[in-house]
């Protein structure tokens, strides 16, 4: 307990130039800034995401084809006087193997996705320490879950608190009948009715939207080219037999397949294949923070529909960008679960691209022009 | 072949998207229905909490007694007319809603009323049963608009027609109503 004071306290100091900086950026951008309203954010959010993740789709399924076309090139550098430009440009790209490299990285992104989302997902509120509260014990916090979820047409999800100071909030559940919405004690303790009702709206936008499902498919197919990538990388690594090998035969032209046709086909295969594997995690990463990022503003614009009350997330997140949000339980694997980031700072800076949510200047400004 | 091929695939795509669409118009027609019915859960609720709310503040506000007789005998219409016409009823709640709120804003003025324990847990009761009703009905317009844009927009409009969906009818909220109460007990 005294422990917890202290890191309190020390975080309590760090946070007065932080708040200095945020409500002097609030009080600098003036008056309405872009006018718009839930049905418009809403619109636009969803088709981004989409788009990103049909993006996403192709990133896995070239990176796929990369390797596939890079590892039947590699193969043909061995069969006897192969030369890769001997055809036509549209030859040199088609690759049986490509296709093949393709099919099966969709489809274990597929297979993978259903096992994950077969085996539950109580997981988070395990993770982060929450417990189940009763309607006698917070009795305002189950009301405006119960009223946001009528606000929402679901079944009402379940309540859980987390015992932090920090202020954040969760939503999880893979389906809107079995999810679960989740709030510190700090959030209870600092936010008004008002606000507290944003908060829970934003959550609800997430069961509303699936987002839960959403991310844990998209997780996957950036874990799985993640995996592959760096399967790939290791392999060059610790093979370094394969790869003197190849630089042997390349240089000297020797080996079983022969001529110079042959050892150019085997450094581009190798070049191709390290070069993707380099770029396809990085920028499936980039786009999974991007598609996170506008769900995050369209659970924000789901809850100004739920609540028709642009102001009360507008002060919530005012509320917020003024304390720290660092909470003890949080994870990097379940940063993009909560209301806010739990390990960003709120200043610009956070709005790197690899982050799971907006910086929250902006979600205040998107807010400020629903108001 | 070739073409039989093409004007097979069209047609398939077209039975998909027939299928889809009318899929999608019964959704939200029970959707809508639902939501109706929503309403009514929660306006039971509402009546269900007068009487309770009665007794724990009868003795403590003996100053505004009317206020507090004004809400029992609004909610005694409300209940008579619930198995009446819809207008009727809706009519019957409008008032109900507006006794409610001067109840509500009563509460605001006295601290002592505030500071009892089961009052202030009655008032959060109270003003989440009257937000309950607030946005069940906003669940049900926006049930109605999901709706009406499938039944207008092209090309679902010409499956909608086909198949006789119609417009639903927005709740319109009675003028008594209007006023805004603001509640605030923390």
């Known amino acids: 307990m005294e422990s917890q004071d202290t890191n309190s306290m020390g975080m309590a100091e760090q946070v007065v130039p932080q708040q200095d900086k945020i409500s002097q950026d609030i009080l600098e951008r003036g008056p309405v800034i872009e006018r718009s309203d839930f049905v418009t954010e809403i619109r636009e959010n969803k088709n981004a995401s989409t788009w990103m993740s049909c993006f996403l789709i192709l990133i896995g399924g070239g990176f796929g084809y990369a390797i596939g076309w890079s590892l039947e090139m590699f193969a043909s550098s061995y069969v006897s006087g192969y030369d890769p430009f001997s055809g036509t440009l549209k030859h040199f790209l088609f690759s049986k193997w490509g296709i093949g490299g393709c099919i099966t990285m969709l489809v274990t992104s597929l297979i993978w996705s259903v096992i994950v989302l077969v ?28 009223e946001m979820a009528i606000a929402s047409g679901l079944p009402k999800p379940r309540v859980v608190v987390v015992e932090d100071p920090a202020l954040n909030a969760f939503a999880t559940g893979l389906t809107p009948e079995n999810s679960t919405i989740g709030v510190t004690r700090g959030l209870l303790d600092t936010l008004d ?28 197919q950036v874990g799985l080219i993640a995996m592959v990538a760096d399967t790939i990388k ?34 581009i295969a190798i070049v191709v294949l390290i070069a993707v594997s380099i770029i396809a995690p990085l920028s499936a990463k980039l786009v999974q923070m991007s598609i996170s990022r506008k769900r995050e503003f369209l659970a924000d614009a789901t809850a100004v529909k739920l609540t028709r009350n642009p102001k009360g997330l507008f002060d919530a997140l ?54 | 072949m070739d073409g039989l091929f093409i004007a097979g ?19 939200s027609k029970n959707q809508v229905e639902s939501a109706w019915s929503q ?37 005694a219409k409300a209940v008579s007319a619930k198995d009446g016409s819809r207008e009727g009823a809706i009519a019957a709640e409008g008032l109900l809603s507006s006794a409610m709120g001067k109840l ?9 009323l505030k500071a009892n324990q089961n009052i202030r847990d009655l008032t959060e009761e109270l003003s989440s049963t009257e937000n309950r009703i607030a946005f069940s009905r906003q669940h049900y317009n926006d049930s109605v608009n999901q709706q009406n844009v499938r039944v207008e927009s092209f090309p679902s409009n010409i499956v909608a027609g086909s198949f006789g969906f119609r417009h639903a009818v927005y709740f319109a909220v009675d003028e ?9 007990l923390r």
Request: charged letters at 25%.
């Open chain 2, 104 to 112: 509500l804003a009563v509460f605001e003025n006295y601290p002592d």
């Open chain 2, 39 to 75: 309403i009514d859960v929660q306006l039971k609720r509402r009546h269900d909490l007068i009487p309770n709310l009665v007794e724990v503040t009868k003795d403590a506000m003996d100053y505004e007694q009317e206020t507090l007789t004004a809400v029992v005998e609004a909610r």
């Open chain 1, 318 to 371: 005012g509320k917020i960008s003024t304390t720290k949000n660092r909470f003890s339980n949080a994870n990097r694997a379940i940063q993009h679960m909560f209301f806010v980031n739990p390990f960003r700072d709120f200043d610009r800076n956070a709005s790197e691209l690899f982050s799971t949510h907006p910086p929250l200047i902006e979600r205040i400004d998107k807010l400020r022009g629903m108001l």
């Open chain 1, 119 to 146: 085996k539950g997902d109580r997981v988070l509120v395990w993770m982060v320490g929450a417990e189940y509260v009763t309607e006698e014990n917070e009795r305002q916090l189950h009301n405006v879950v119960a």
């Open chain 1, 193 to 220: 009715r008002d606000e507290l009702q944003a908060v829970v709206g934003h959550e609800m936008g997430h069961v509303l939207n699936n987002d839960v499902l959403y991310a844990t498919m998209i997780s996957v």
């Open chain 2, 176 to 184: 008594a109503e209007k006023e805004p109460v603001k509640v605030d």
């Open chain 1, 234 to 267: 290791l392999s060059f690594r610790s093979s370094s037999r394969t790869t003197s090998r190849v630089a042997y035969r390349a240089s000297s032209g020797s080996g079983r397949g022969k001529g110079k046709g042959s050892a150019a086909a085997a450094i």
């Open chain 2, 9 to 27: 695939g069209v047609a398939v795509a077209i039975i998909l998207y027939i299928v889809t669409v009318y899929n999608g118009l019964v959704r």
